[in-house]
């Protein structure tokens, strides 16, 4: 049967398709240290391109789910999500691939992939299925308490080997919360012990291991390079950060390259970068810097604005919805995406912290490109479903009134 493209969302379709034409630009001009490694551009540039087909296939069939089967696989994925997340802290499980001694990997039937990002997704759309059954004031502590479990639940494994990205999500949530109209005394007790627990963390890994050189163990082992990467980015600027280090070595060539694109509005244009060719990571997490590098401001402000414009679209849909999980699932998806790509682009210009999030639907990885792909599917079913929905309103209504008799006076 043809698929009815009537009611699609040309908008959203237009900002996703955008993003994908900037996504295959950025990778050709960044990829040059993968193609200098394979010796091809066949293998690091093709397989990505791959995924990315395969990104736009899934988003267009995603957009016929109805929301309520969606709603329903989130809790499915969430289960198994999660028990692959928890899987990612068990000393030495095969299936577990470690890279930058980050265990983040899962590799199943030959395919390697971030549960994390699985566990993201579902993680939004139980949440607002949950949080949109609020029907009284008594439910609003009841379905806090009962998603704030959740969050827990599938933030902890998350944690261990991914701090920034257990941070989004609760921002994410915390957004959720703000948005059901959940009480400010519960939000904010919520946010208080969280920023308590965070900044005693650090303190006890900064000086009781980083300033005497100890070395963590067990699953939290990696809380030792957060606060290395803290401290490196707040340090006093005694000229120490300017000289090339294996740590550091990210920050001082994306300034590099950031340099030279603000020298002109267009920046050096596309594929005249150089420094893609000495920034390890150019075409993961700091691919922003090699756009800037290449556009200059107007592309970066040009790329702020297209996912700002996401964030915009989605409030413009859900201000519409009256299916509340629709609507809570929509915005949390939408703010999911535009967070992360503003994260990633204040790391790369240097006005944060490294933290290793994507660029979404830019950055190389097969997993984020398609999972960002279900998102924008997801979204694009819900305005469709809201589209058509409005569409069958006016109809009966335009019925009704031709069902009228119409009465002369003689």
């Not at 409030?315 to 703010?335: E, F, H, I, K, W």
């Not at 490109?369 to 109809?395: C, K």
Request: net charge neutral; glycine share 8%.
């Amino acid at each position: 049967m043809k698929p009815n493209l009537q009611n699609i969302d040309k908008t959203f379709w237009w900002l996703f398709l955008t993003l994908i034409v900037v996504a295959v630009i950025a990778l050709f001009s960044a990829s040059s240290t993968l193609v200098y490694m394979h010796h091809s551009a066949l293998g690091p540039i093709g397989q990505q391109m791959f995924f990315i087909v395969l990104g736009i296939a899934a988003a267009f069939g995603i957009q016929y789910i109805p929301s309520y089967w969606v709603r329903f696989g989130g809790y499915v994925l969430l289960v198994v999500s999660t028990l692959l997340v928890y899987s990612t802290m068990i000393p030495g499980n095969p299936l577990v691939v470690t890279i930058n001694g980050a265990a983040r990997w899962v590799r199943l039937a030959g395919i390697t992939f971030q549960p994390s990002e699985l566990a993201k997704l579902s993680l939004i759309i139980v949440v607002a299925d949950q949080l949109a059954r609020i029907r009284t004031e008594a439910d609003k502590k009841k379905y806090f308490l009962r998603t704030l479990l959740i969050s827990g639940v599938v933030m902890l494994p998350v944690m261990a080997s991914n701090l920034s990205t257990a941070v989004l999500i609760g921002l994410i949530i915390f957004c959720l919360w703000i948005l059901a109209r959940i009480p400010w005394q519960y939000t904010m007790s919520v946010v208080g012990i969280a920023v308590v627990a965070l900044v005693l963390g650090y303190c006890i890994v900064e000086f009781g291991f980083v300033r005497p050189g100890r070395q963590m163990h067990g699953p939290f082992k990696r809380a030792t390079t957060w606060v290395g990467r803290i401290d490196r980015h707040f340090e006093h600027d005694d000229g120490s950060k300017y000289v090339l280090t294996d740590d550091n070595i990210q920050e001082v060539y994306s300034a590099v390259a950031i340099a030279r694109g603000g020298a002109s509005p267009l920046g050096v244009l596309p594929g005249n970068s150089k420094e893609r060719d000495y920034l390890p990571l150019a075409f993961a997490d700091y691919i922003f810097a090699i756009i800037v590098e290449e556009s200059g401001v107007v592309g970066a402000f040009g790329l702020i604005f297209l996912y700002l414009a996401i964030l915009f679209r989605a409030c413009n849909v859900s201000s519409r919805y009256s299916d509340m999980p629709a609507m809570l699932m929509t915005m949390g998806l939408a703010l999911m995406i535009t967070c992360q790509a503003l994260i990633s682009m204040l790391v790369a210009v240097g006005l944060g912290p490294v933290t290793g999030q994507p660029l979404p639907l830019i950055s190389r990885g097969g997993t984020s490109v398609l999972i960002t792909s279900v998102y924008f599917g997801i979204m694009m079913g819900v305005s469709r479903e809201q589209m058509a929905l409005r569409e069958r309103v006016q109809e009966t209504i335009t019925e009704s009134q031709d069902d009228v008799p119409i009465v002369t006076l003689e």
